[in-house]
């Protein structure tokens, strides 16, 4: 099945700076990568996702890349901002399991002023 | 859209009691999902529905869990017995047809067995 790792698993970043979290998948077929915000006492937040045939999307300050051959796909984040600060998920989806998101174990960002 | 609405916001119970969660999708999505949330095993599907029906539930972790989707606008996820092993964050989401992938979470029940 599908594999999904994520790095770093902890990111402090200055307001203003940028962050950039990184996720690698095992399943070649996986054609779908959403990116999930999570804040204290939430539920997870779709705030951008990407499929295969796509090598980076940008929705203002957030964008995402991939790169199916190395099967690896990235979440920026330009000119942080406080309200940045929350646990960001990867997730993959195989093409064989309709909606069974694998999930990466999470990204915990600190935005500090 | 009040989003998906899940009920009760916290559940504090005892080891062997029956523990009953609740779920109302957004109305007009079609796939309903039941995740659990916990420190050492991230974010894990249990189960998800299509059309009300159970489609796949290989992520159910024992017997002691199921659950059900009587109609569209509603479902439950219940544990009988509790174990404190099943302390985490349970969350529902339901995704629509036509926009394939996009699921939308609730807020959650934090569910503490002791």
């Known amino acids: 099945g599908e594999n999904v790792e994520q790095h770093p698993s902890t990111l402090s970043v200055q307001e203003g700076d940028s962050a950039v979290i990184k996720c690698t998948y095992s399943d070649s077929a996986s054609n779908y990568f959403p990116w999930y915000k999570q804040e204290l006492g939430k539920g997870p937040q779709l705030i951008i996702d990407i499929r295969s045939n796509v090598g980076e999307k940008k929705d203002q300050r957030i964008a995402v890349t991939l790169n199916k051959t190395a099967k690896h796909f990235s979440l920026h984040i330009t000119e942080t901002q406080p309200e940045d600060s929350a646990v960001y998920f990867c997730a993959a989806d195989p093409t064989d399991s309709w909606g069974k998101l694998q999930f990466g174990a999470g990204t915990q960002v600190v935005v500090t002023p | 859209d009040a989003g998906v609405i899940q009920s009760p916001r916290h559940e504090v119970t005892e080891m062997g009691q029956e523990v009953t969660l609740r779920c109302k999708p957004i109305s007009g999505h079609d796939y309903l999902f039941w995740y659990r949330q916990t420190m050492m095993r991230g974010l894990e599907l249990l189960i998800y529905?299509?059309?009300?029906?159970?489609?796949?539930d290989s992520g159910m972790p024992e017997d002691r869990f199921s659950a059900k989707m009587p109609n569209a606008s509603f479902s439950t996820l219940k544990i009988q017995p509790s174990e404190p092993r099943d302390s985490a964050v349970y969350f529902c989401?339901?995704?629509?047809?036509?926009?394939?992938?996009?699921?939308?979470f609730g807020p959650g029940t934090r569910l503490t067995v002791t």
């Open positions: 989401a339901s995704s629509r047809v036509v926009s394939s992938y996009e699921q939308y």
């Open positions: 529905f299509n059309n009300n029906v159970p489609i796949d």
